[in-house]
């Protein structure tokens, strides 16, 4: 079974620091899929990021960069100097195929981020 | 180019009623999963279609069935509607499974 775990329920942080979003994930695939989507309130998830799971090389985009480490089975997520219009939910997702899952995405509850100004 | 559309947005539904819910992949994407999330959780595989097959199928009774039409449109169907079926339902599609998944702005139906 495939289990994603964010164990940060909620985040409050000021404008211009530096945010991390934890994820954790469980899975007995040797290849799989990572992936970060973000949720504003108008309920749209975002595509972020996709990382296959040969593919430790941590990456930058502009503000936003991950770290996907399978030894710890941990694919986090920083926004550096945040901003109000960053204030979503934030999931993470995880997705294989064992058991006949043909690649479904496994989602986490998700992270609250609030930046305020 | 249009991305994921889902029709409707909101409904409103009375318990024991049946809806369809629709969506458009992003053309010339031939996998079209759906999702349901409920309020303050992560969204919830129900089915995956590639090729209009399904390819797989969610922890869900069998009261939500769906199709993939040969333009890889896709409907959701619910029938006899509970309380708890009250949730966002979300249509994601990509050109393969595994690949990169877009979704639309959901649905937001509501049983009362």
């Known amino acids: 079974a495939q289990k994603v775990t964010q164990a940060q329920t909620e985040i409050s942080v000021v404008e211009k620091e530096d945010v991390t979003l934890d994820c954790v994930y469980e899975?007995?695939?040797?290849?799989?899929?990572l992936f970060w989507y973000k949720q504003p309130p108008s309920g749209e998830l975002v595509f972020l990021i996709r990382?296959?799971?040969?593919?430790?090389q941590n990456e930058i985009s502009g503000r936003y960069s991950w770290n996907f480490q399978k030894s710890t089975s941990s694919f986090n997520f920083t926004i550096t100097a945040s901003q109000v219009v960053d204030s979503a939910v934030y999931f993470c997702?995880?997705?294989?195929?064992?058991?006949?899952?043909?690649?479904?995405?496994?989602f986490g509850k998700g992270t609250l981020l609030t930046v305020n100004p | 180019d249009a991305g994921v559309t889902q029709s409707p947005t909101h409904l409103i539904k009375t318990r024991g009623q049946h809806v369809t819910l629709r969506c458009s992949p992003i053309?010339?994407?031939?996998?079209v999963s759906w999702y349901q999330q409920v309020l303050g959780q992560g969204p919830q595989f129900i089915f995956q279609?590639?090729?209009?097959?399904?390819?797989g199928r969610g922890n869900f009774p069998d009261r939500f069935s769906a199709r993939q039409f040969p333009n890889y449109s896709s409907e959701l169907n619910v029938n006899a509607l509970l309380l708890g079926d009250s949730a966002l339902y979300l249509c994601?599609?990509?050109?393969?499974?595994?690949?990169?998944?877009?979704f639309g702005q959901g649905t937001r139906l509501t049983v009362v």
């Open positions: 279609y590639y090729e209009k097959e399904e390819r």
């Open positions: 053309s010339g994407h031939k996998s």
């Open positions: 990382r296959n799971s040969f593919d430790e």
């Open positions: 899975t007995r695939d040797t290849t799989y899929y």
């Open positions: 997702a995880l997705s294989g195929n064992s058991g006949g899952s043909n690649y479904k995405l496994t």
């Open positions: 994601a599609s990509s050109l393969e499974a595994g690949q990169k998944a877009f």
